[in-house]
């Protein structure tokens, strides 16, 4: 059974960080591109970052150098590394692993004072 379990989301103020962490069981991680994408209210939902296999990545325009994805193949784990966080992160935040198209449950992300 393939799963991916987001964690690390929460409350934090503009200009704030936070640590998002995606661990993956029943898929082959370290031959999957994984992904983060985020879903804000009333909106659809959007590519953050993505790293390949290969451990290149890309961002979206709006998180570009604010933003850094990674991974850690032996511990089947994908991160987000979210700096300098604005209002206008507030969503959803979904891990994808792109061969076979799974999807975690999400983790919510608030950014407010």
């Known amino acids: 059974q393939v799963q991916l379990v987001e964690s690390g989301g929460g409350l934090v103020q503009p200009g704030g960080s936070l640590r998002l962490s995606c661990v993956a069981s029943?898929?082959?991680?370290?031959?999957?591109?994984m992904g983060w994408y985020r879903q804000a209210p009333g909106k659809e939902r959007e590519l953050v970052a993505a790293?390949?296999?290969?451990?290149?990545?890309n961002y979206a325009d709006s998180v570009k150098g604010r933003f850094t994805i990674s991974r850690d193949n032996a511990k089947k784990t994908a991160y987000l590394q979210m700096n300098s966080l604005k209002p206008e992160d507030t969503a959803v935040y979904y891990c994808?692993?792109?061969?076979?198209?799974?999807w975690g449950q999400g983790t919510q992300v608030t950014v407010s004072s």
């Open positions: 790293i390949t296999k290969g451990g290149v990545r």
């Open positions: 029943g898929i082959v991680f370290s031959a999957n591109d």
């Open positions: 994808n692993a792109k061969w076979g198209d799974y």
